[in-house]
């Protein structure tokens, strides 16, 4: 029996209905990675917050990058007939630039009307084009691809002291985020009555809950902020003022 998933080199050659159905555990893992954003934003500041946060963006621009070639192939494979999907440089070790991915994730994003009113809500204002596209020049002025840029937030580099600088505003990560999100739950939908309606096996969806109290066994849930020690000029300054 023929294998439903072949690899060629660096490419991706699946059967239409496997394809769909990688692409729907693909939105999952995207989806995944917007609830340990959400999870890392809902406290207060704390050591390690942003890079973190942007960390966990990165990860995630990353995948729907990468879920949005595959669902592209499937819609080219069923329209053309075609038995067989096929991403070329799926396995690339490079991954996608970063301006491939967020080109394609603001493409979609700009069809949503969902979106657009949510970020209206974030800023208090009808979202621009300007808004829009400066998730671009933040994530390709570097000339990095995302697993590069993952990786400095990731991985302490000594000789590196600054990277933390080059995090984005909180702003443009949590509009980044929304993008993320209404483009991975819409192919998670998507694909996920595509499985039903094929019979292909158990399919599921995602709906929002409310956060209840952690259930980790991690009974002290305190966490660490930065406060600068004074100098000792300074010490002294504030005790005679």
């Known amino acids: 029996m023929q294998s439903p998933m072949s690899r060629v080199n660096d490419d991706l050659e699946l059967k239409v209905d496997a394809a769909h159905l990688k692409a729907l555990e693909l939105a999952g893992h995207v989806i995944e990675y917007v609830n340990a954003y959400k999870a890392l934003s809902f406290q207060s500041e704390y050591a390690g917050k942003r890079r973190l946060r942007y960390a966990n963006l990165l990860l995630a621009v990353n995948e729907l990058g990468m879920l949005m070639r595959l669902l592209k192939d499937c819609e080219r494979a069923v329209t053309a007939k075609d038995p067989i999907v096929k991403v070329l440089g ?7 630039t970063s301006a491939e991915a967020v080109d394609e994730i603001l493409r979609e994003a700009g069809k949503s009307e969902t979106l657009f009113m949510s970020v209206k809500k974030m800023l208090g ?6 808004d829009f596209s400066r998730f671009k020049d933040i994530l390709s002025r570097s000339g990095k691809d995302i697993p590069e840029l993952t990786r400095e937030m990731l991985f302490f580099d000594i000789d590196d002291p600054k990277a933390e600088e080059r995090i984005p ?64 000029g300074e010490t002294e300054k504030a005790e005679k003022g």
């Not at 799926?90 to 996608?96: D, I």
């Not at 204002?125 to 300007?130: F, G, V, W």
């Not at 292909?200 to 991690?218: D, Q």
């Open 125 to 130: 204002r009808e979202p621009s084009d300007i």
């Open 90 to 96: 799926y396995y690339s070790t490079t991954g996608m």
């Open 169 to 232: 505003d909180d702003e443009s990560m949590d509009m980044l985020l929304m993008a993320l999100e209404m483009n991975a739950r819409g192919a998670a939908d998507f694909l996920s009555e595509w499985a039903r309606a094929k019979e292909l096996g158990p399919a599921f969806f995602f709906k929002l809950v409310a956060p209840i109290p952690a259930t980790s066994g991690i009974k002290d849930r305190r966490y660490y902020v930065k406060e600068l020690i004074p100098t000792t």
